[in-house]
């Protein structure tokens, strides 16, 4: 299941947003993926994440390997609360 979102964070996923993103991500019981351009980074590295260099108004995919779709309900609430959309 994937879905696309535009970061709005203002600071982009710098380093202290990213770790509480990997952290929360490590809290879902699938395989999280988010995709830049044509980078696949398993949300649930710290070091992947902040390889993607994302920015305010960067676009990405989250992919979450499972057809429950709470999880990526579950994301997108974790997103919305953070001010990352």
Aim: a positive charge; charged letters at 20%; proline letters at 4%.
């Amino acid at each position: 299941m994937e879905k696309k979102f535009v970061l709005a964070a203002e600071n982009g996923l710098h380093a202290r947003p990213a770790t509480n993103f990997v952290r929360f991500m490590s809290s879902i019981p699938a395989n999280v993926y988010l995709i830049h351009k044509d980078f696949v980074a398993d949300a649930k590295s710290i070091m992947a994440i902040m390889s993607l260099g994302l920015s305010k108004g960067s676009s990405f995919v989250m992919r979450v390997e499972s057809e429950n779709p709470i999880y990526m309900k579950q994301i997108e609430d974790y997103l919305v609360e953070n001010k990352m959309i």
